[in-house]
């Protein structure tokens, strides 16, 4: 079983049945423009990322800590402006002219392989990818406009991270690229949607 695998498993095994409560708690925060599916989904996101889970003792008490802090975050960090959607990745490839001939050639490579590993998504994953991290629309949003499930853009959306964790992040739990498409949002091990 590979090591992704197990993450997945032992997420599903030691967090999944806490998220109720977990959400619950972060429900108690009065935060303007707070939106609790994104929380969850960066804490399942940083847990998938951690190199090693074994030393969790209290799986529950960790995540509560691990959703806090990017609460936290949240707060101190300046309201970022979305990127309007224009589905041309070229045209971010295109450097400013102050910009060296180094820098634009490194920024191109850079938007290109972005390009090239958002083009092995499948075609839903992508989209979901795009409307919820780009257009900035909530799961809510992404749901209603794609005629599918909540949970079917978490699935969706944890198939990119996941992905892109693996083509752009840690080593040691890269997934292969054909992967992808079975990995089911850390639960039902090898079930597609």
């Known amino acids: 079983m590979s090591e992704l695998w197990k993450r997945a498993a032992w997420i599903?095994?030691?967090?999944?049945?806490?998220?109720?409560?977990?959400?619950a708690w972060l429900s108690?925060?009065?935060?303007?423009?707070?939106?609790?599916?994104?929380?969850?989904q960066e804490m399942y996101?940083?847990?998938?990322?951690?190199?090693?889970?074994?030393?969790?003792?209290?799986?529950?008490h960790?995540?509560?800590?691990?959703?806090?802090?990017?609460v936290m975050n949240h707060i101190r960090r300046p309201r970022i402006v979305s990127v309007t959607a224009n589905g041309d990745l070229?045209?971010?490839?295109?450097?400013?002219?102050?910009?060296?001939?180094?820098?634009?050639i490194v920024l191109r490579q850079e938007v290109q392989a972005v390009?090239?590993?958002?083009?092995?998504?499948?075609?839903?994953?992508?989209?979901?990818?795009?409307l919820r991290r780009v257009e900035g629309l909530t799961e809510q949003e992404t749901a209603q406009?794609?005629?599918?499930?909540?949970?079917?853009?978490?699935?969706h959306l944890?198939?990119?991270?996941?992905?892109?964790?693996?083509?752009?992040?840690r080593k040691a739990q890269a997934a292969p690229a054909e992967d992808v498409g079975n990995i089911a949002y850390f639960g039902g091990a090898h079930e597609r949607s």
């Open 158 to 169: 944890a198939r990119a991270i996941l992905h892109l964790m693996a083509r752009f992040g």
């Open 12 to 23: 599903e095994e030691n967090l999944l049945p806490h998220e109720p409560r977990i959400r």
């Open 90 to 104: 070229d045209a971010l490839g295109t450097p400013s002219a102050a910009a060296d001939p180094e820098e634009a």
């Open 28 to 40: 108690r925060y009065r935060i303007a423009e707070l939106d609790i599916d994104d929380v969850i």
């Open 145 to 155: 406009r794609l005629a599918i499930s909540d949970r079917t853009v978490e699935r």
């Open 45 to 60: 996101a940083k847990f998938g990322a951690m190199e090693d889970v074994s030393a969790i003792r209290t799986p529950l």
């Open 115 to 130: 390009a090239q590993v958002l083009a092995e998504l499948p075609e839903r994953t992508r989209e979901v990818l795009w």
């Open 62 to 70: 960790y995540a509560k800590t691990v959703a806090h802090s990017i």
